[in-house]
């Protein structure tokens, strides 16, 4: 079995501050992981995906996370944070079975609240 | 880019009655579609696969009678929620893959969720 576990379920920083949104695994096998984000009363939005290609992964709005195998870690950063970066961030990984039928395992999510 | 609608946004319907949700991929065909439940402030729980022309499957714990899962074709699936009770309230999502092959390492696309209010 997969899962992930999100440390903090809420996370408030000053704008211009650093974001760091912590995510661990736990995979049997190598894992494909996910980052999205929810905006209120919507779906979710891919930010950035790591799937076994390079470690450290770029994604939308000028966040990324860096795979570390020997931390169980995908952890999100942002070097500068926004007020519209408020929103929940999920982190994800894929179940190991092959094909469209993959499932994705969702974390709790954290709330980032952005502080003028 | 890829997209996932997702029609009602929202509905309030009477205990009793029963409730469809639709999910549409737009410009990609979808052999495979997922729906998930969200609660209040909590993370997404996956309730079933919507397989085209077949079965769904279900997430142990999830009453396939209460919520009928349709996918008739590549770009619709529907998901029926039956006597709805007020604990069925809730902000349900579908999603589907749209890489060709859909592979595990492609990402999902988010219908934007139905807001359901049962009275």
């Known amino acids: 079995a997969q899962s992930v576990t999100q440390l903090g379920s809420h996370v408030s920083v000053s704008e211009g501050a650093l974001v760091l949104l912590r995510c661990n695994y736990s995979?049997?096998?190598?894992?494909?992981l996910f980052w999205y984000v929810q905006y209120p009363n919507q779906g979710l939005q891919l930010l950035l995906k790591y799937t076994s290609a390079a470690t450290l992964v770029k994604g939308i709005n000028g966040f990324e996370a860096e795979f570390k195998k020997s931390e169980t870690s995908f952890h999100l950063t942002k070097p500068s944070a926004h007020m519209s970066d408020a929103a929940e961030y999920f982190c994800?990984?894929?179940?190991?079975?092959?094909?469209?039928?993959?499932?994705?395992?969702f974390g709790t999510g954290t709330l980032l609240a952005v502080q003028p | 880019g890829a997209v996932v609608s997702q029609h009602p946004s929202w509905v309030i319907c009477k205990s009793g009655t029963s409730v469809k949700i639709e999910c549409r991929s737009l410009?990609?065909?979808?052999?495979?579609m997922f729906w998930y439940r969200q609660f209040p402030k909590q993370s997404l729980m996956l309730m079933a696969t919507s397989n085209e022309g077949s079965k769904a499957t279900y997430e142990q714990g999830v009453e396939k009678d209460k919520f009928l899962i349709n996918h008739a074709s590549l770009t619709l699936s529907t998901l029926t929620v039956t006597s709805a009770h007020p604990e069925d309230s809730s902000f349900y999502i579908c999603s589907a893959r749209s890489a060709p092959g859909q592979g595990k390492d492609s990402p999902l696309h988010f219908g934007n969720g139905t807001r359901l209010t049962v009275t």
């Open positions: 994800a990984v894929s179940s190991n079975y092959g094909g469209a039928t993959n499932k994705l395992i």
């Open positions: 410009d990609f065909q979808a052999t495979t």
């Open positions: 995979s049997s096998v190598p894992p494909y």
